[in-house]
């Protein structure tokens, strides 16, 4: 068997039909935007992995990083030990975050880093003396994670889990908020989409622990950008009723949407904060729960006394180096002017796809470039062309979009648009 044989026959893939995967690429290697095939092609990262390479591939600050970690300590369990790497990467966060999110609670994926938060807030319920909140609000369109009862908070059609609906338990899903980002704010509430919130919150507030949602763009649920006033009377709503606000910022974190995190978009602060995707810059999973000290101390109170939840990798000083290393290049500053480059061009580039006749929407904000199609796409289309494009897109539903590194020049982005738009013209 060929390697390539050989994975077909044994390995999953994320997502992925096991009795026709579809083109497959053998990678050997990677650096800065570019993945290298097997036989020597090419191609551009345009998904920065899944959001992750924000500094790109092979970042030699961040493999240097975790080649002196691995060398001293490349893990050690963290009850009752601690290590210099989680408490320099812990001052890095405290400093970066707002005031009120300081007490950070690692953990090694983003979809445990949502468990951990789910589990925060029904602990910090009962601490309060109300044992009854156990249900969560989200809204319509968006996604959480592959795991059990992330999947619950997961758009119950579109959020890759529907099929698992009668064996989640059920949450409160609320319409996605109406008005899109950059358009005018109505006053009136239900137009604005606030209102449902309102009533929801009226009538079955005394049994829900927490709202959660992405703030301002929907990610894997939709890539859809809603306008930040929507958070802003979701906080105060939360507010009025002791519920708890979570944001997951696992996809929107460390500058992607042209700000260090979406929720500074809308200069709301929530109760708990989960982030993941490019904390360690695409080099290694890793992933944090933040929250205040409100939710942290009551958490104390509580019967068990302590949070319960204690990964086995929790605090992995190798993928704290790395984590630190990755802070370290955002806190030059770069990033924000390349960000603000790669949307100009990518405003420019893709709005001619806003004229063919296959397209929905064309949008872009920040480093995330979308084109909505009116009908699904065939992402195995998109991975067959991509040795002949030069360029890895992996299309998700209706949409075909890019969120490439922060570095990629501007040559590199016009093949990364040019190929999406040739996608859009013809998607098979
Ligand atoms: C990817 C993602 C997750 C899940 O993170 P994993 O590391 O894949 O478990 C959760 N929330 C959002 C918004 C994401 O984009």
């Known amino acids: 068997m060929t390697p390539l044989e050989f994975d077909a026959r044994h390995l999953w893939h994320p997502y ?10 053998l990678i050997t290697g990677a650096e800065g935007v570019w993945l290298t095939c097997a036989d020597g092609t090419r191609m551009i990262d345009a998904m920065s992995s899944w959001w992750c390479a924000i500094h790109g591939h092979r970042h030699p600050a961040i493999t240097g990083a975790m080649h002196d970690q691995i060398d001293r300590l490349p893990h050690v369990m963290f009850g009752g030990l601690t290590h210099e790497p989680a408490i320099a990467l812990g001052r890095r966060l405290v400093a970066m975050l707002p005031r009120g999110l300081d007490r950070i609670f690692y953990c090694d994926s983003g979809s445990v ?26 809204i319509r369109g968006g996604y959480h994670g592959d795991t059990w009862k992330a999947m619950s908070v997961c758009d119950p059609v579109n959020g890759m ?65 809603y306008h930040p006033e929507w958070l802003r009377r979701a906080r105060a709503l939360c507010d009025a009723h002791d519920i708890l606000l979570i944001f997951d910022e696992i996809a929107t974190g460390f500058g992607r949407t042209g700000e260090m995190f979406a929720m500074d978009l809308a200069g709301v602060v929530p109760d708990i904060l989960c982030l993941g995707k490019g904390l360690t810059g695409g080099h290694i999973s890793f992933a944090a729960t933040v929250a205040g000290d409100r939710v942290a101390t009551r958490i104390g109170d509580s019967p068990a006394g302590v949070l319960m939840h204690g990964p086995t990798y929790m605090g992995n000083p190798l993928a704290c180096s790395a984590a630190i290393a990755s ?41 995330i470039g979308v084109i909505e199609m009116k009908a699904p796409v065939d992402p195995r289309v998109a991975h067959g062309r991509a040795p002949g494009s030069g360029v890895w897109l992996r299309p998700f539903g209706r949409n075909i979009y ?7 020049t501007s040559e590199d982005l016009s093949r ?3 190929a999406m738009v040739a996608l859009a013209s013809n998607p098979g």
């Not at 992925?16 to 690429?25: K, S």
């Not at 789910?118 to 003396?129: C, E, H, N, R």
């Not at 924000?336 to 001619?352: D, G």
């Open 161 to 225: 889990h529907g099929l698992f609906q009668g064996a989640l338990s059920v949450q409160h899903f609320l319409p996605q908020p109406p008005v899109v980002l950059g358009a005018e704010w109505p006053e009136d509430p239900e137009l604005a989409g606030i209102a449902p919130l309102a009533r929801l919150l009226d009538e079955a507030g005394d049994r829900i622990a927490a709202l959660i949602l992405e703030p301002v763009v929907q990610g894997a649920g939709g890539m859809r950008f």
């Open 113 to 138: 880093s949502v468990e951990v938060a789910l589990k925060m807030a029904v602990q910090y319920q009962v601490a309060a003396g109300r044992p009854g909140r156990v249900e969560f609000a989200t």
């Open 402 to 408: 890019c969120m490439p590194p922060y570095v990629i």
């Open 416 to 418: 990364v648009t040019g």
């Open 16 to 25: 992925t039909d096991v009795a026709d995967p579809g083109p497959m690429h």
């Open 327 to 367: 802070l370290e290049l955002l806190a030059e500053g770069t990033w924000r002017r390349n960000v603000a480059a790669i949307a100009r061009q990518m405003h420019k580039e893709l709005a001619p796809a806003a004229a063919l006749p296959g397209v929905a929407d064309v949008r872009v904000l920040g480093a």
